[in-house]
């Protein structure tokens, strides 16, 4: 395992080199080649791993010494063990799908090249995130996806959008990295290692839920804030759809915003020490969950409604690890994983075929034209609306089980969770509803066309996974690092189980009933909610907030900086400095006469300088030093 | 030997002032010799009769000889210097006065506090002062020797070259 | 010895330092050159009164060494001030100030 691990990440590494230098005289089947069968091979270098892993072995493997001063030892360490392997499947298998989907879409685009550098880029950096043993490759990882997520959302750079889009993920992701690094700092400042396993062994140095731990906790999740785009670091998720439609897939669904989730899974040890701090990141992730799910009901583009259902379920699994339910959270990831990526592709065809109208609107009856699209995204809802037999269905589940079966707080949060879930469904019906339409109409006007196999079939397989995902045994294959999950009683089992299933249905009928049915109540309704619904189609204003409060001040403080700071402050102390040298130059300038004599002087002058020292320390002179 | 000295201390005192006081350089010239030929007498006072041979022959006969020459040459004017009554003088009296108070104060009775060798007199005597200081340039002085050889062939070979140059 | 050192040493100072006034003083070439001639021999009769007073060889091999290395000065500054004697310039240090700056 110890070779197959790097694999793992060389080739992706090696993918984006070849994309990089040499993709713009290859040919086009050439890069999608290289870009998609890198992540392929790497896939099935992830699979020979789990063999292993499963057979019980574990990789905690040093290959270099990256830095080495006295105190400070940083190796190039990877850590492979049944989380990282399900993380590594994930990222290769799903990634390699939406690889060779790109190959499709990207096909009439003239950075093709461009983006699978891109793409393989940014697989090669999440590995690293994902495999690192330290905090430090564990930063370099994170902050290598953060330039990957920002290259591509701002793929398509002479959109003015776009490229604002980029700037704001980069900087709100850079806020995360902050709080990231200062956490690294306080780990090493009071256990002075860095690599987990040391780490790990460490924690229990440090009181339980004191300052230390929990504040290491909190600035971890800053940084997983950020990344997983939760409350309050979330505005730049919807805006990052502006990249093309597989980079939302792959990046802004199935991998890099659950980064945040691996990260509080992976540092378990920590938030079981720190019970304050986790239940933060309960609250956070069911906020943001609800939160989500209200301003997704009044979205109208495609894309930003799949946004912000992504932040929701990703809220759903930070719920999950800050409760203590980390294989929920992780069985939640892997499910999520398949259908949200399902919903982005599908999505992606459906863009295509209305030549990049991404308005919902716009679309209606798309049975007849898109038939396979029709029934793969079909699927995709219902596997996120958690219906029965869908793998959302079971990972939800489990999530609403464990919080619902817990005291105090998390059962109220558990409640929150079980009313998004019928907002879940309502809204994603509505979606379906209106964008894909429920007439069986058997001819379509509009002359739409299905995407080509190469697009089509990867959706098909991630629409099959979408199903069977939730079979997998997932919570016995990660039990060895998190133990068992609590219990519930066969009753409270079903009880639950049926709840749930009342929850989604009763959205599902909402949905039915304004969409489908009677769009002229949606109307009524919406007209009678005015404000509420302005309030929510707006986002609750947060963007406004937040430019209000931070963008125009930081504006306002760069402009000042640089039109009175700069030139006079730090360049007239360059100038300064300069002028100074000049001066003196020009003063000793002076000395140098030219003339014997004057030479003379002063070397003469220096002889008696000299004997008259030689005369005061000799003591020869009446006058004695110092009295 | 201290009236000896006291009558040679004061001839080397006349002549230096000479050296430095004369308007025309002829005078000056010829007062170094003097001084020089009288600094020869000290050499034989301090029993280095190797160095009195050596001042009179090299110094005060070869080098001063070419100064006269040269003298004799170019014929220069007097010097204008000494038309600028006051200025001149009077920084140069009055830094000579404190260097020479200075050197006075750290000499005055004082000692040669170096460590004391073995070259008495006599041990030279008895071998010869030639011979001893020959063996000692010959031996232990020998690099320095070799490289003030090196260091006169280049003067020649400047001396030459300055000579040969045309003036614009 | 009934002479002290320090009379030596004495004499030779104060020669030193006449050689210094007649350096700084005048202005003719040649006779601030014999003012440095001046100087030099001052210095010889230090070392020679080191080398007797002290027992040692090391003050007069010096003192050899010193008259060598003048009269090499003296040949090639001769030449530099008979080269400046015939380019017509003025026989003055003041004025044979082209290395200013």
Redesign the interface.
């Known amino acids: 395992m110890d070779t197959l691990a790097p694999l793992v990440l060389l080739l992706p590494l090696a993918g984006f080199l070849v994309n990089a230098l040499a993709g713009r005289v290859l040919p086009r089947r050439i890069v999608g080649l290289v870009g998609a069968g890198s992540v392929g091979l790497a896939f099935v270098a992830s699979v020979a791993i789990l063999v292993q892993v499963i057979g019980g072995h574990r990789l905690d493997q040093t290959y270099f010494t990256w830095w080495q001063t006295v105190d400070f030892n940083v190796p190039f360490n990877l850590y492979v063990d049944p989380v990282s392997t399900l993380m590594i499947l994930v990222i290769t298998g799903v990634g390699f799908l939406i690889h060779v989907y790109s190959i499709g879409y990207m096909a009439e685009d003239a950075g093709f090249a461009r983006f699978f550098a891109y793409m393989n880029l940014f697989v090669f950096s999440m590995l690293l995130l994902v495999l690192s043993g330290n905090f430090v490759w564990l930063i370099i990882g994170w902050a290598g996806v953060g330039l990957s997520s920002y290259l591509l959302i701002g793929f398509w750079y002479q959109r003015p959008t776009a490229v604002l889009a980029a700037r704001k993920a980069f900087v709100m992701n850079t806020i995360g990295d902050v709080g990231m690094v200062f956490a690294a700092f306080l780990v090493f400042l009071n256990l002075r290692v860095l690599d987990y396993n040391s780490v790990f062994s460490r924690i229990h140095q440090l009181p339980k839920g004191g300052t230390i731990i929990t504040a290491i906790c909190l600035l971890l999740l800053v940084g997983a804030v950020a990344k997983s785009a939760q409350l309050p670091l979330h505005t730049w998720l919807p805006d990052a759809m502006e990249g093309p439609t597989p980079v939302s897939a792959l990046i802004h669904a199935a991998t890099m915003v659950t980064a945040g989730v691996y990260l509080v899974a992976r540092m378990h040890q920590l938030y079981d020490w720190a019970p304050a701090a986790a239940t933060t990141v309960a609250i956070v992730g069911g906020v943001t969950a609800f939160f989500a799910a209200t301003i997704g009901t009044s979205q109208v583009d495609i894309k930003r409604i799949l946004a912000y259902s992504t932040m929701s379920q990703i809220g759903y699994m930070f719920l999950a690890v800050g409760i203590g339910a980390y294989t929920a959270g992780m069985f939640h990831f892997m499910t999520h994983a398949f259908f949200k990526a399902l919903l982005f592709l599908a999505a992606g065809n459906v863009i295509h075929a209305f030549h990049d109208d991404q308005d919902i609107r716009h679309m209606g009856n798309l049975r007849a034209g898109l038939p396979i699209t029709f029934w793969t995204f079909l699927i995709g809802t219902l596997s996120i609306s958690g219906f029965p037999l869908f793998a959302g269905f079971f990972s939800k589940d489990e999530i609403i089980r464990a919080a619902l079966s817990a005291a105090g707080s998390e059962f109220w949060l558990g409640v929150l969770a079980l009313i998004t879930a019928g907002l879940t469904a309502y809204y994603m019906f509505r979606l379906f509803f209106i964008a894909f339409g429920w007439e069986w109409l058997s001819r379509d006007e509009r002359h739409l066309h299905e995407a080509l196999p190469i697009q089509t079939i990867p959706v098909v397989i991630l629409a099959a996974g979408a199903v069977v995902a939730g079979y997998i045994p997932v919570a016995n294959f990660l039990q060895p690092v998190f133990g068992h999950a609590v219990e519930v009683g066969t009753g409270a089992f079903i009880g639950l189980a049926a709840l749930s299933v009342l929850v989604a249905l009763t959205g599902f009928l909402l949905a039915y009933l304004l969409h489908a049915r009677r769009p002229e109540l949606a109307l009524q309704w919406r007209t009678r909610i005015a404000p509420l619904h302005a309030l929510v189609e707006h986002k609750y204003y947060v963007d406004e907030l937040y430019d209000l409060v931070f963008v125009r001040p930081g504006f306002a403080l760069a402009r000042f900086l640089n039109t009175i700071v700069e030139p006079r402050v730090i360049d007239g102390l360059v100038n300064g400095v300069a002028s100074f040298f000049v001066v003196e130059a020009r003063e000793f ?1 002076l000395l ?6 004057s030479y ?2 002063v070397m ?1 002058l220096g ?2 300088g000299t ?2 020292l ?2 005061l320390f ?1 003591g ?2 009446p006058v004695r030093l110092g009295g | 030997m201290v009236v000896g000295f006291a009558i040679v201390a004061a001839w080397e005192l006349v002549t230096a002032a000479g050296v430095i006081g004369f308007r025309r350089p002829i005078y000056n010239a010829l007062s170094l010799v003097a001084n020089m030929l009288g600094l020869a007498v000290l050499f034989l006072m301090l029993n280095a009769q190797f160095l009195f041979a050596a001042q009179v022959i090299v110094y005060a006969g070869a080098v001063m000889v070419l100064f006269v020459f040269i003298i004799a040459l170019l014929n220069p004017v007097s010097d204008l210097s000494l038309g600028r009554r006051g200025g001149e003088w009077v920084w140069g009296a009055v ?1 000579g006065v ?2 020479a108070v ?2 006075a ?2 000499l005055y009775n ?1 000692g040669l506090t170096g460590k004391p060798g073995t070259f008495t007199p006599e041990a030279i005597g008895a071998v010869g002062n030639v011979q001893t200081i020959g063996i000692a340039l010959y031996t232990r002085f020998l690099f320095p020797v070799e490289v003030t050889s090196v260091l006169l062939l280049v003067a020649a070979v400047g001396a030459v070259y300055l000579a040969m140059r045309r003036i614009r | 010895m009934p002479v002290p050192a320090y009379t030596f040493l004495m004499l030779s100072g104060v020669l030193f330092t006449m050689g ?1 006034i007649g ?2 003083v005048r ?1 003719n ?1 040649l006779v ?1 050159f014999m003012c440095i001639e001046l100087m030099l021999n001052a210095v010889n009769l230090a070392f020679a009164a080191e080398s007797r007073y002290l027992n040692s060889l090391d003050g007069v091999v010096f003192a050899f060494l010193v008259i060598t290395v003048a009269a090499a000065e003296v040949v090639v500054g001769i030449a530099i001030i008979v080269q400046v004697y015939r380019a017509g310039r003025q026989m003055d ?2 004025e ?6």
Do not use: H, S, W
């Open positions: 300038r140098q006469t030219g003339r014997v004599r003379g002087f003469l002889a008696l004997v008259f030689v005369v000799l020869y002179l | 830094f404190i260097f200075l050197l104060a750290l004082r | 210094a350096f700084l202005r070439p601030v240090v003041d044979l100030d082209l290395m200013k700056e």
